[in-house]
């Protein structure tokens, strides 16, 4: 079993990386999803191929392929969690 470190990069490329499974899917080429998520073609390339993108832009994006919500979840309070032991290691 492999333990996984996560790290902003690869959080990104994984986002990219499951986004363009999801263009595809629906049948979108690259230009189709940048039209109707009202973005520029070049910085939806550069999504894909880096993970960087506006935020702004990866919501258009997400409700495009209908997962707005999943995004709107993220930082969603699952538990109470004790903060203050939560973020003792973060310093």
């Not at 990069?9 to 109707?36: D, F, P």
Request: aromatic share 10%; net charge positive; glycine share 4%.
């Amino acid at each position: 079993m492999y333990d996984l470190v996560l790290s902003p990069h690869s959080v990104q490329e994984n986002i990219a990386l499951q986004v363009k499974k999801l263009r595809k899917h629906a049948g979108y080429t690259q230009a189709e999803l940048a039209k109707r998520a009202q973005c520029s073609l070049g910085s939806y390339k550069r999504f894909e191929s880096t993970g960087l993108i506006a935020f702004d832009a990866l919501l258009r994006i997400a409700f495009v392929l209908k997962c707005l919500e999943d995004i709107n979840e993220v930082f969603e309070m699952k538990q109470d969690p004790d903060f203050k032991k939560l973020f003792k290691d973060a310093k």
